[in-house]
């Protein structure tokens, strides 16, 4: 598997990333889900949409957003007449799902969106792994982008939302692909990551903020990954507490090589980074690639796509769920659940996902078996594995898992050109 063999450091990462995007598409199939299928467990799965590769795009690769009306956001990387990536909405209309394509990116806006963000303004902020000019080997160095709704006599006809460019990316110290989406802090600044650049062209990755004043975006660089015994290459969005510390995962580096978990806190000189837990591949896992989850005592909830004590995935194991937690004056990680192909479940690839009750939500990749959404409950001191909808053969759910306001879960997969589906409790 390409994600597991996955090479940081001086090879270009770049050069792996577009190798997973290669792969998707040689995985993908012309079959495609459609109507309801009842699902184990007493969930009932729904394909809301299913993409055509027309003005829809193809290969949906970062789940949804939900705003506070219920609509559906989403982007997928390939687009109608290119491969800059479309930007989709998802509107209730009765018992049925209206999709409308509001932005299809050109190259001077960046391509290969790496996932959107509703922002206080209740404009759409993201970031485009390449484009935006003509370096990092004339494919573009990325991008950090806002998307406007238009005006509302437009907007009733389906105009399209504009695009705007806050911020391109040149390669150099400030980073370059942008693999993950932003987030925002209270006042409105966006906070992100790049899984390349800094110190050295293709390693090892930077932490960013673009502050925001006066209708003028700065770009401040934060960290710079890479120094011996920090994580390399961030491909996850970062995460907040109510502190104002930042959180977040690394693909390699750490003491092992297999990835890390960091904190960045805020000093009046700077952004201090500490690293929190250092994946050792066995039995707590390794190589995480989805965002983090942070619950109100502090713990932090990932996924890791190999490691674990299962060995039906070969050495790199079959990946796990993790709890990193303040303990002692330091932290402490702790394996919630170790995936094993012999049940189908195996590589987690997108973020977990926490409702009210503190169940955890997820997906596996599978691959060569469909995948599957998930579910973790806390009961009794320990965490009970649920599995609520196995993909087909080619499904491969990715993204993370957004959650309703009535408990409905939401997310994108691989099939066919990409579906965007729902789980219904």
């Known amino acids: 598997m390409l994600l597991q063999q996955r090479i940081v450091g001086e090879i270009s990462c770049r050069s792996v990333r577009a190798g997973m995007f290669a792969l998707v598409v040689a995985l993908s199939a012309a079959t495609m889900l459609i109507g309801v299928v009842p699902a184990a467990h007493s969930q009932t799965f729904q394909v809301l949409h299913s993409f055509t590769k027309t003005e829809d795009g193809y290969w949906p690769v970062t789940g949804v957003v939900i705003d506070r009306g219920g609509n559906l956001y989403g982007t997928s990387q390939g687009g109608a007449n290119n491969y800059g990536g479309v930007v989709f909405k998802m509107s209730r209309r009765g018992s049925s799902w209206i999709f409308t394509p509001i932005h299809n990116f050109v190259r001077t806006e960046g391509v290969q969106p790496a996932g959107i963000?509703?922002?206080?303004?209740?404009?759409?902020?993201?970031?485009?792994?390449?484009?935006?000019?003509?370096?990092?080997?004339?494919?573009?160095?990325?991008?950090?982008?806002?998307?406007?709704?238009?005006?509302?006599?437009?907007?009733?006809?389906?105009?399209?939302?504009?695009a705007t460019v806050l911020y391109t990316f040149q390669g150099g110290s400030d980073g370059l692909d942008p693999a993950a989406g932003v987030i925002f802090d209270q006042a409105g600044n966006l906070f992100g990551t790049t899984y390349d650049g800094g110190d050295r062209y293709y390693c090892c990755g930077v932490a960013y903020e673009l502050s925001h004043a006066g209708g003028t975006w700065t770009y401040n660089l934060l960290h710079t990954f890479g120094q011996p015994g920090d994580g390399i290459a961030p491909e996850a969005p970062l995460v907040f507490d109510n502190a104002g510390n930042l959180y977040g995962s690394t693909v390699g580096g750490g003491s092992s090589n297999l990835g890390a978990v960091?904190?960045?806190?805020?000093?009046?000189?700077?952004?201090?980074?500490?690293?929190?837990?250092?994946?050792?591949?066995?039995?707590?896992?390794?190589?995480?690639?989805?965002?983090?989850?942070?619950?109100?005592?502090?713990?932090?909830?990932?996924?890791?796509?190999?490691?674990?004590?299962?060995?039906?995935?070969?050495?790199?194991?079959?990946?796990?769920?993790?709890?990193?937690?303040?303990?002692?004056?330091?932290?402490?990680e702790t394996v919630l659940h170790s995936f094993d192909l012999s049940n189908g479940d195996a590589w987690p690839t997108g973020g977990l996902t926490m409702d009210a009750a503190g169940n955890l939500y997820g997906t596996t990749s599978g691959y060569n078996t469909g995948g599957n959404v998930f579910k973790l409950t806390p009961t009794n001191g320990g965490w009970v594995y649920t599995s609520l909808y196995d993909f087909p053969r080619d499904g491969d759910p990715s993204g993370t898992v957004a959650i309703d306001a009535n408990g409905n879960l939401y997310g994108t997969a691989q099939e066919g050109y990409g579906i965007v589906w729902e789980i219904t409790p």
């Open 117 to 162: 963000a509703i922002g206080p303004d209740g404009n759409l902020y993201g970031a485009n792994s390449q484009g935006g000019g003509m370096g990092c080997g004339t494919t573009g160095c990325g991008t950090i982008f806002k998307i406007t709704p238009p005006p509302r006599l437009c907007a009733e006809l389906n105009c399209p939302w504009p």
């Open 262 to 332: 960091f904190q960045m806190t805020p000093s009046p000189s700077g952004w201090n980074e500490t690293i929190l837990w250092s994946f050792l591949g066995s039995p707590d896992g390794g190589t995480p690639l989805g965002s983090l989850v942070l619950d109100p005592a502090g713990n932090l909830y990932g996924a890791t796509y190999g490691g674990g004590t299962s060995s039906n995935c070969g050495s790199s194991g079959c990946g796990t769920v993790f709890a990193v937690s303040p303990a002692n004056g330091g932290w402490t």
